[in-house]
């Protein structure tokens, strides 16, 4: 049997659509400024000063936060040091809800399940096999770390982040005519990526936090220390294995719950029929 | 309880992180972090958008061989 572990969030247990409310919530509070769109510039307050913990864009024309892949990348390039800022703000937040920020406050991965809600190919059970998990990896060291570390480019922003493109290259550009005469093979190659993996999360659930985002592996640190867990009851599990297909990240929950893998959504919980006998409903 | 200790020391730690960025100075100038980080958010971003288009291969391998004439010379 699996269930969380905090009185409170057993009440969460039902998560389907809740889960949606509480994404949609962090989604507009991280979004005030929709008005920016028709100008085409990012909103520049005080709060931009502070990361919001899920992968976003800082240009993005509506977000009063930062975003912490793109400061991390920001301040390596430009001050060749320790960012300090970004891992704070990460820690703190790995600390207490680990992997559980994708799953509740990401806007990325709540436009992914939108996709894949949306998708006429959602009965397919489709999944690249678990080695090509590694990218997110490579991606982490050589992208995030290494390009921006040479002092070349913030190279996850610049040639990967499919996020980037969709809230703020897109509509910047469409609304800045001057820019658009800057448009080059990088922003094709982006284009062409960001085609690729929309068509791609309507086949496979969260397929870019399985495969390819570096800051769900960086909070997936956290996962197994944080203070937000997910509870497994080995002796009562009656292993129908229906967590394991409910699971949007493609594990079993019954061999890897809280792991690196585990974005902690609660689904599992939802599903589980030892669960529903029990007293947590 | 051992859990925690751990997420107090990760706060401690974060917390620790976070001061530094609005107290130590990163050049002769009185830079901090949280300057770069403003800095970054108020501009548009040309490698976010996609407007990046320097070549990195040619520039990798342009720094490698200036490194290398370099401990030739």
Redesign the interface.
């Known amino acids: 049997m699996i269930k969380t572990k905090h009185s409170f969030l057993t009440k969460i247990k039902n998560l389907g659509l809740k889960r949606n409310l509480i994404q949609l919530f962090f989604l507009i509070i991280q979004n005030p400024f929709l008005s920016n769109f028709l100008s085409g510039k990012p909103y520049n307050g005080a709060t931009k000063t502070f990361c919001a913990p899920g992968l976003h864009c800082y240009s993005c024309p509506s977000m009063a936060f930062g975003c912490p892949l793109g400061t991390l990348q920001y301040v390596i390039k430009y001050a060749s040091r320790i960012p300090f800022f970004a891992l704070g703000t990460l820690s703190a937040f790995g600390a207490f809800l680990g992997r559980a920020v994708c799953a509740y406050i990401c806007p990325f991965g709540f436009f992914q399940e939108i996709f894949y809600s949306m998708s006429p190919w959602k009965n397919i059970e489709a999944h690249l096999p678990r080695k090509f998990r590694i990218v997110k990896w490579f991606n982490l060291f050589f992208f995030v770390l290494l390009i921006p570390a040479f002092g070349f480019a913030q190279g996850f922003c610049a040639y990967i982040c499919p996020s980037g493109l969709i809230v703020a290259g897109i509509p910047i550009i469409a609304a800045n005519s001057g820019l658009r005469a800057s448009i080059g093979i990088t922003f094709w190659w982006k284009t062409a990526l960001t085609i690729f993996f929309v068509i791609y999360f309507m086949r496979e659930k969260r397929a870019f936090c399985r495969y390819i985002c570096p800051l769900g592996l960086i909070l997936g640190f956290f996962n197994s220390v944080s203070l937000f867990q997910i509870k497994l009851n080995q002796n009562k599990c009656v292993s129908c294995s229906a967590c394991k297909k409910a699971c949007p990240m493609g594990i079993d929950p019954v061999k890897e719950v809280n792991s690196i893998e585990c974005i902690k959504c609660g689904d599992c919980v939802r599903v589980c029929p030892v669960n529903k006998k029990s007293s947590l409903n | 309880m051992k859990?925690a200790i751990?997420?107090s020391i990760?706060?401690a730690?974060?917390?620790?992180?976070?001061a530094?960025?609005f107290t130590v100075e990163?050049?002769e100038y009185g830079t901090k972090?949280?300057d770069?980080?403003?800095a970054?958010?108020?501009?548009?971003?040309?490698?976010?958008?996609?407007?990046?288009?320097?070549n990195?291969v040619e520039?990798?391998i342009e720094?490698f061989s200036s490194k290398k004439s370099e401990k030739a010379q």
């Open positions: 859990k751990v997420i990760l706060s730690i974060s917390a620790i992180f976070i530094m960025t990163i050049d972090e949280t770069l980080v403003k970054a958010g108020k501009n548009i971003c040309m490698s976010c958008i996609g407007l990046y288009d320097e990195i520039k990798i720094k």
